[in-house]
Structures are given as C-alpha cells and as structure tokens.
C-alpha cells in the first residue's frame, strides 16, 4: 500500500509502495559510501548533482493549473471532481513575470506543477490510449481543450526560466488523476456516467507517456517532483526512462522510507511538514520524512517545502493573506539555515500573473537575504576550506556580530557530527579591557552539512571566534565560516 497523507493541495507523503515484483527492484541504484578511517561508520557520498543542487539552496514550486480556478485548495481528496477545462483562462499569462519574483526571492530552481490531482496537463498532451470499451481516445483534458489553446505553460516557463538563470523542473503526480478516476496509483473500476473506462496497465502507460513528453521536449531538467510518491508497478520504468532522458535531475521523494526502491542515485527526501519551521537537526543523510540521520548509507538532502500564503495555502486564493515577513525570514533561517532546501511556493493568480502583494512580499524576503548573507555582508570570516576541527577567526578590533554561518566541504561526505561556538565578549562595562577575555559558549549544534546559521540571543562585541568541530568521522574541511551583523530585522 502507498502510504498517502492527503494533503490539503500538494503535499509528499512517504515514497514508492513496496508491493513491487521483484524483477522491479533491479534498476534501483544501491547507496554510495565509504568507510570512515576514524571509527569504521558509514559515510555515505553524494553526487555531484546532488551538491550542486544544495548550492541552489532555495526554489519555489509553482502550482498553477485548474485548481488556479477553484475555492478550493486542489482537487486532492475530492474523486468525482473534474472541473470544466473551459475554466482555465489565464488571460494575462506571462512567465517573464514570474522569474521577476522568482528572481527576487533570492531563489535559483524553480518546479511548475504540469499535472497535479484533477488531471489537467498545462501542455498540450497528445497521448492517446486503448479505453476498455476498445477506442482509442486522446487525453483531452489539457490545455488544448480549453480557452487558451495553443499556449504550452511548461514551455513558456521553460523559456523564461533559461533566459532568467533559474533551474527549472516539474511536478507531475503520478499517484492520483481525477480526470482518470486515479486514487492511490489505481484505477477504480466504479465509473460516473461519461467518465473514460481504462485499465490498471493503461494507466501505467499514460503516466510513462506523459513523463517521456515532459522529459523530452523542455531541456535538461533541475528536479523533479513525485508528489506522494510513485507505485511499485511504475517504479523500473520510471527509473530507466530518467537515466535514459535527465539523469542529472535531483528527484524529490525519490526512495521509500527504508531505501529498499529509489528512483535515482539524485535522490532528495522530504522534511516531513509544510510549514516551513522543522526546527530540528537536518543531515543531508537518510530516506526517511525527517531530519534524517547521519549514519544512513544514502545520502539524500531534506527538502522543505511550505507556501507564501497563509493556511499552507498552495494555489492562489481570494484573498488569502500572506504570512508576515517576520515569518518567512524564520522560515529561512529554520531551512536553508538548518541544511534544508528551501522550496517556496509561487501561486499565479487566475489572469496568470504573480499578485502585486506577492511580488513585494517575495522581493521583501530576497532584500533580506541580500542585506544580511550576500556579497560583502560579513563582517568577519576565515579563509574557504580550512581542513582541522578547528577554525579560529581574530578580530582587529572590537566587532559587534549576531549571527555565524558555517558551510561544511560534503565532497567525500557529510563528516562534521556535533561542534560549537565560542567567542571572547567584551564586558559593555569595559572593566577586564580586552585581555583576559573569558571565552563563552556562543552556538553549538550537530548537523552544519551544506550551511548552518546560528543566531546569537542577543549582538555580542567581540575579538576572538573559535569554532570547534567537537565531533567528527574524518577530518572536517570548512567549506566557509561568517560572522555578521543583522540586528534591523524587518517586522
Ligand atoms: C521498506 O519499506 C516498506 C514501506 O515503505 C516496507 O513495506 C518494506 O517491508 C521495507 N523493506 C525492508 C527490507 O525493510
Ligand atoms: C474489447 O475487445 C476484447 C478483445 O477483443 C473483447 O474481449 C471485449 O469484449 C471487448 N470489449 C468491449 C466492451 O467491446
Ligand atoms: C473526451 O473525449 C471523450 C470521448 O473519448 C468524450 O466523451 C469526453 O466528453 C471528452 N472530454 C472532454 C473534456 O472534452
Ligand atoms: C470507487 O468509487 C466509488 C464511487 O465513487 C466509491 O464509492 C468507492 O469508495 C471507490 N473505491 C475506492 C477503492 O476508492
Ligand atoms: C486496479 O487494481 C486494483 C487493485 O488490484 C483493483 O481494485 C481495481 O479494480 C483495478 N482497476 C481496474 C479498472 O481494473
Ligand atoms: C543537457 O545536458 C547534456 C549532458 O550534460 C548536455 O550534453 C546538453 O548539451 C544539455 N542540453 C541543454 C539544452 O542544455
Ligand atoms: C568563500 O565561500 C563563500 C561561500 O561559498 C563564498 O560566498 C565566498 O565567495 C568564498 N570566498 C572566497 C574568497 O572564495
Ligand atoms: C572579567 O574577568 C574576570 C577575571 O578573569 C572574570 O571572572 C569575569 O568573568 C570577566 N568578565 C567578563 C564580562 O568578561
Ligand atoms: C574542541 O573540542 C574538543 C572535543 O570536545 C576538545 O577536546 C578540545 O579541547 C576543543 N578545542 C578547543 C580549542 O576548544
């Protein structure tokens, strides 16, 4: 059984069904490790796919199909539902306008859901297939069947995309289409009055169709989205027609919980929740919906994915209020900030447009970002790959900071376990001058993977940082260490 959480619009839930034939399980790659020469542990390797992909570090996912129409937040846990395709109308279409925001955030992927749950294709599928009734029919539930004929949205993202710099990929759920009376990867053989009568195996073959046209016609793809997962029947084809057509895309919710199906050797697991705030440890190591662990032999980063609108609201909806800035710049620190890729949402609205009040709250979150981690904001930092557990940094003179942000090497590995911060703090009284500075416990934590950033309670004067990698599996390399300054924080 697949094992669904059903989400108010777009969730992933737990991986591939295990009910697969063995002969399946073939194409499924095995985890890449070493061993450590510290202790024997497995340290599990990742791709350089992989790494890069980490190095994008936030993404939005863009939801905009037929739902875009509706009151309600997708078609997910409504069956029958397959609204009329003369509703989609985007009238003022245009994507360039999407990648301002997109651009502004700060993000550098981008994943636009070309199918989500009703079934409606947003490019203008041209699969056909046998029904039970012995015709041959055309999927004609896509954007050819509606007002906008003659528009591709996938195409014209993908244009946009490559033009703005921004990684671009898709979401397709395979698990559940309305349109095809799909719940759970499988066919239910009670049909409405009109509804298109097909076989478990049709279904197999229209979801490898669309897939082949999808990773056929848009370029090299960034990622790819399997809301939910996948089904064991679909498994092997899906992994072979990957390798065969976009082998460097990262795949989210690419393996089951145990890792005994993945779909790609570029797997990426999800966090387990939609807010945007895990507030937990996250190594870039394990299959399971969490934090993950830093003993499991795949190496699969966390993905967090939660939406700008409030209510974990995913398509746009009528005046749905946004979270406050205050709010996003947490989830920020709580994702990118704890070794988790941040995906944002995007929700075009039903002329096709991102919203005003969007784009100013997208662009607020990427000046923030800018302001206080971009180019030329530390105020202090060590030279770039520094090997040894410890990295001291030496102030010329007294520093006011409030903020560090650790970046680990994970070339051969995800090795630092556990470190802290320590920081000579000048007394404000002056009393003990700046020699003899105690040094204080400033941050510690496990997990720095690709980038960790440890707000301090409170901006703190100081003249000397060491940071102490307390526990490791092979020599730790510090890809970077900053220190900064933000304290005028936008409320
Ligand atoms: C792997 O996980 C699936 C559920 O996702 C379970 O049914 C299966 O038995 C597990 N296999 C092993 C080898 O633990
Ligand atoms: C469809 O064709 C198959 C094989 O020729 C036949 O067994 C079946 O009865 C046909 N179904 C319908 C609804 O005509
Ligand atoms: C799709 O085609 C079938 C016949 O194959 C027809 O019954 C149905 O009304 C069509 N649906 C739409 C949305 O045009
Ligand atoms: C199949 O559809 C019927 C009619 O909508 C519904 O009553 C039934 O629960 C569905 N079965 C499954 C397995 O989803
Ligand atoms: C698809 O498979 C499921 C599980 O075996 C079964 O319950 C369902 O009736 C099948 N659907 C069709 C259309 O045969
Ligand atoms: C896609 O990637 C392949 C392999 O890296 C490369 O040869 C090809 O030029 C790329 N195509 C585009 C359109 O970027
Ligand atoms: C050090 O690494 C950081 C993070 O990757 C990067 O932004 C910075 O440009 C690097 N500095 C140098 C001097 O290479
Ligand atoms: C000042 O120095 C004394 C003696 O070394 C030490 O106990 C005390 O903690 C220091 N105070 C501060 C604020 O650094
Ligand atoms: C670093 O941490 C290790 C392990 O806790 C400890 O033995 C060592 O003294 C620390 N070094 C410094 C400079 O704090």
């Excluded at 777009?10 to 063995?22: D, V």
């Excluded at 496990?446 to 490791?472: C, M, W, Y």
Aim: hydrophobic share 40%.
């Amino acid at each position: 059984m697949l094992s669904q959480l059903l989400f108010a619009c777009c969730a992933a839930a737990a991986a591939a069904s295990a009910s697969a034939g063995n002969t399946q399980r073939l194409a499924t790659p095995s985890p890449r490790f070493r061993i450590s020469p510290l202790d024997g542990s497995v340290i599990a390797l990742p791709t350089a796919d992989q790494l890069a992909f980490q190095d994008r570090e936030m993404g939005m996912l863009i939801h905009f199909e037929i739902a875009t129409y509706l009151s309600i937040d997708g078609c997910n846990g409504v069956p029958g539902l397959v609204p009329n395709p003369t509703l989609f109308d985007p009238t003022l279409l245009n994507t360039d306008q999407w990648m301002s925001s997109i651009v502004a955030s700060g993000a550098k992927y981008a994943t636009l859901v070309a199918k989500h749950n009703c079934g409606f294709t947003t490019w203008p599928s041209a699969v056909t297939f046998e029904t039970r009734d012995n015709t041959t029919s055309r999927y004609n539930y896509t954007i050819a069947d509606s007002p906008v004929v003659g528009a591709d949205v996938p195409g014209m993202f993908s244009t946009s995309a490559e033009k703005a710099g921004i990684g671009h990929g898709f979401y397709y759920s395979t698990v559940v289409n309305n349109f095809l009376n799909v719940q759970n990867s499988l066919v239910n053989a009670t049909w409405g009055p009109g509804e298109i009568r097909i076989t478990n195996d049709t279904y197999d073959q229209i979801v490898i169709a669309q897939l082949t046209e999808l990773w056929t016609k848009y370029g090299n793809l960034t990622e790819l989205w399997f809301d939910g997962g996948y089904s064991a029947s679909q498994q092997a084809r899906i992994t072979a027609l990957l390798q065969e057509h976009q082998p460097q895309a990262c795949i989210f919710n690419s393996c089951d919980a145990n890792g005994t199906a993945c779909l790609s050797a570029n797997s990426i697991r999800w966090i387990g929740t939609e807010t945007g705030l895990p507030n937990e440890e996250i190594w870039s190591t394990g299959v399971t919906n969490d934090g993950g662990s830093p003993t499991s032999p795949f190496f699969a980063p966390a993905e967090c994915d939660t939406t700008l609108q409030s209510g974990i609201r995913w398509f746009w909806g009528v005046n749905q209020p946004l979270r406050p800035i205050s709010e996003m710049i947490e989830v920020y620190h709580q994702t990118v900030g704890r070794n988790c890729l941040l995906e944002l949402d995007l929700a075009p609205d039903r002329s096709g447009l991102i919203p005003a009040t969007h784009a100013a709250r997208y662009k607020e979150l990427g000046d923030f970002i800018r302001s206080c981690y971009g180019p030329g904001s530390a105020v202090g930092s060590v030279a770039n790959s520094t090997t040894g557990p410890i990295v001291t940094l030496v102030f010329d003179f007294p520093t006011s900071i409030d903020r560090i942000v650790l970046m680990e090497d994970q070339t051969t590995g995800q090795v630092i376990r556990g470190y802290e911060v320590h920081a000579k703090i000048l007394d404000a009284s002056g009393r003990n001058g700046t020699l003899n500075v105690p040094m204080t416990l400033v941050s510690s934590g496990q997990s720095v993977g690709h980038k960790r950033i440890d707000l301090f309670n409170t901006p703190i004067t100081v003249t000397e940082i060491v940071v102490n990698a307390t526990k490791f599996v092979d020599a730790p390399v510090w890809r970077s260490v900053s220190v900064h300054l933000c304290d005028s924080l936008p409320s």
